[in-house]
């Protein structure tokens, strides 16, 4: 990343920002120098600002009621403002009354769905009464029959033998309407209340009749709505044929235009000239050389180097990652972007995560079910559809969605490669299954006498073969990865001139090297010389960094970081528990065949995929997170990834994106 700094004429200000705009690389941050005050816009400025945010809100308004999504175009509207706004008015007012005009006739076709029926089961209770100048008619509803004797009762002590109680059923309700002396109708309402009823009022327009208009309203209008919202909704698809696109490239480049103007509040500006700063990624300055040469003779500009040590924290950073890699910045990205100059842990989760969720699911099968979760969230990426999950309020855009599916293909491939060592499908049904000609199954084990199709290489299953195995693997993991670490620590330390940080890595991964020898020449009884000079050596060049860090604390944390090695073997356990509980669901499933025939066998399948799909639904969650925790905790922990925090580069370009690539 590189600093820009441009100054010229304050009359080119928004020239340049336009230029910016096109090479769509620039990452523009507020300059305010003490010689110069913030560029403010004119008068003429702000109300062409005020008219181009008008321009856009309603092209997107307009597109809404087309059922659009305001979205750029591959070009834009190249007329003047006064141009945009003779061509957006007409169009905007047509969407706006149509608009108004769809949403009034679905109002009043709810309404009818969900009153009509009782309006008219009401009316025909009343029986004209409610027209009269001298009676008041109360309609409600009740949801039990039985609630008719209480009402009767009350109203009956309120108004004694003043008032008219009818009711009739109505679907899963009751009908009913009291009639009473309108001097009597507060009366009756209450009456009503205390019981916890209330009065039936019909909303909109229907409010202001009575009951038998209402109903009869109803009635007619049952019949004229749909029809008419037919022909509004053809009036709208009109409308969307001819004005779609004249719509995206007007919101296109009013967003463009009012992009620019907001920006220029970022300039520093004097009484004639103008300055600029920003940030640009080295491999693209070509692009901003390119696009301020239009303005070489005007304007002077320069980039500086930065400085990590004293600008790292306003640098805004870019993620530089290989295309294979990319997608798994979304695993640490919504956590925290690294400061500029620090390490990007991006290539370390994508290269472990899906590898050790490979290691924990182990089944062919399981696996398969990701990969068609997989599928499905590409197909929605092409399709430009969001994924929203309702009841996590959670929406997800088209990248986000594409990015998923690529995370959950590579976590697929390592589960499948996992299954097949491990010889699991499903659990064990593949080594259960004898459908191979002299009872041959498709996954056997060669230490146990199994005959088969294909090996298995690692058992996780048999505990005594292949646990110590597993688990020392699990381990060797957390010791390359947490020494790394430290590693990183220390050379984060001495590129910034922390020393501390330096200081604290080598006590870090001198103490756990010293803990590692002992552990091994304790479990292993190896005695070991060398191991025990490991041991002191290791502490005494903990003790020492301790002291230099001025990090006394590191003494009583030294034993949770050999913990943190220790916790990696949660990737053989939480694996091997949730294999064990498929095992279950097909000892259940195969011992119900073999003790009942056919009909064991159906009834053990149907058993067998029960259990087998709620330990899925069980133990995914924790497959999941429990290698990525490692990664956030056990690593990014360690060599300060949550120490300090980036900021995302944000580029000023237009809302169509790079307009090259």
Request: aromatic share 10%; net charge neutral; with cysteine.
């Amino acid at each position: 990343m590189e600093k820009l700094i441009v100054a010229g004429p304050k009359r080119l200000a928004r020239a340049l920002l336009s230029e910016l705009q096109k090479a769509g690389v620039v990452h523009i941050d507020p300059l305010r120098p003490d010689e110069l005050g913030e560029y403010r816009l004119s008068p003429t400025e702000e109300a062409e600002l005020k008219r181009w945010e008008a321009v856009a809100s309603q092209a997107e308004q307009s597109l809404a009621v087309m059922g659009l999504a305001a979205a750029a175009g591959s070009a834009q509207f190249g007329g003047s403002l006064e141009e945009a706004e003779a061509t957006i008015k007409p169009v905007a007012s047509r969407a706006e009354v149509l608009g108004k005009e769809r949403a009034a006739l679905e109002e009043e076709i709810q309404t009818i769905e969900l009153f009509g029926r009782a309006a008219d089961k009401l009316a025909s209770l009343a029986q004209g009464l409610d027209e009269s100048p001298r009676l008041g008619v109360i309609p409600f509803l009740l949801a039990k029959p039985e609630e008719l004797e209480g009402v009767r009762t009350a109203l009956q002590e309120a108004l004694p033998d003043r008032f008219v109680l009818e009711a009739e059923p109505l679907d899963n309700q009751v009908a009913a309407v009291v009639v009473v002396k309108r001097v009597e109708l507060e009366t009756a309402r209450s009456t009503l209340s205390r019981l916890g009823l209330a009065e039936l009022r019909f909303p909109g327009s229907y409010g202001s009749l009575s009951l038998s208009r209402a109903a009869a309203r109803m009635k007619e209008r049952s019949k004229l709505a749909p029809e008419e919202l037919v022909g509004i909704r053809e009036e709208i698809a009109k409308l969307k044929g001819e004005s779609k696109d004249a719509l995206v490239l007007l919101w296109t480049r009013a967003k463009d235009e009012v992009a620019r103007y907001k920006t220029a509040s970022d300039l520093a500006a004097g009484q004639y000239g103008m300055a600029l700063m920003g940030w640009v990624p080295q491999k693209v300055k070509g692009r901003v050389e390119e696009a301020l040469s239009r303005l070489r003779d005007q304007i002077v500009y320069t980039f500086e180097p930065v400085d990590e040590h004293h600008e790292g924290h306003q640098v805004p950073v870019t993620l530089d990652n290989p295309a294979w890699a990319k997608p798994f910045e979304l695993l640490h990205g919504f956590l925290n972007t690294p400061r500029y100059g620090t390490y990007d842990p991006t290539l370390m989760i994508a290269a472990f995560f899906p590898f050790f969720f490979g290691m924990v699911v182990g089944d062919i099968g399981i696996a398969l079910l990701f990969g068609l979760l997989a599928y499905w969230l590409g197909s929605l990426a092409k399709a430009r559809k969001n994924l929203v999950i309702g009841f996590l309020g959670a929406n997800f855009g088209p990248d986000v969605v594409g990015s998923l599916s690529k995370v959950l293909w590579w976590m697929t491939g390592w589960a499948v490669v996992w299954g097949f060592i491990y010889g699991e499908a499903f659990g064990t049904f593949l080594e259960k299954l004898k459908i191979l000609p002299g009872g041959g199954t498709i996954f056997y084990d060669p230490n146990h006498g199994g005959q088969g199709l294909i090996p298995m290489t690692i058992n996780r299953l048999d505990f005594e073969q292949t646990a110590t195995l597993l688990m020392l693997a699990s381990i060797a993991f957390g010791v390359i990865q947490v020494l790394y670490a430290f590693i990183i620590r220390m050379q984060l330390g001495l590129k910034h001139g922390h020393m501390s940080h330096f200081w604290e890595g080598l006590g870090y991964l001198a103490g756990c090297v010293g803990l590692i020898a002992f552990a091994y020449n304790y479990l292993t009884q190896a005695n070991s010389g060398l191991l025990t000079a490991i041991l002191v050596v290791g502490l005494l060049v903990f003790v020492i960094s301790a002291l230099l860090a001025k990090m006394p604390l590191m003494i009583a944390e030294l034993p949770s970081k050999g913990g943190q090695i220790l916790s990696y073997i949660r990737i053989y356990a939480v694996g091997v528990a949730g294999a064990l509980l498929a095992s279950l669901a097909n000892q259940v499933g195969f011992g119900l065949a073999e003790r009942m025939g056919f009909v064991g066998g159906i009834l053990g399948f149907v058993v067998g995929l029960v259990i087998l799909l709620a330990v899925i639904i069980i133990t995914t969650l924790g497959h999941v997170l429990q290698p990525i925790r490692l990664l956030w905790i056990e690593f990014g922990t360690n060599f300060g990834f949550y120490d300090e925090s980036g900021r995302p580069y944000r580029p000023f370009k237009s809302v169509r994106g790079e307009e090259r690539s």
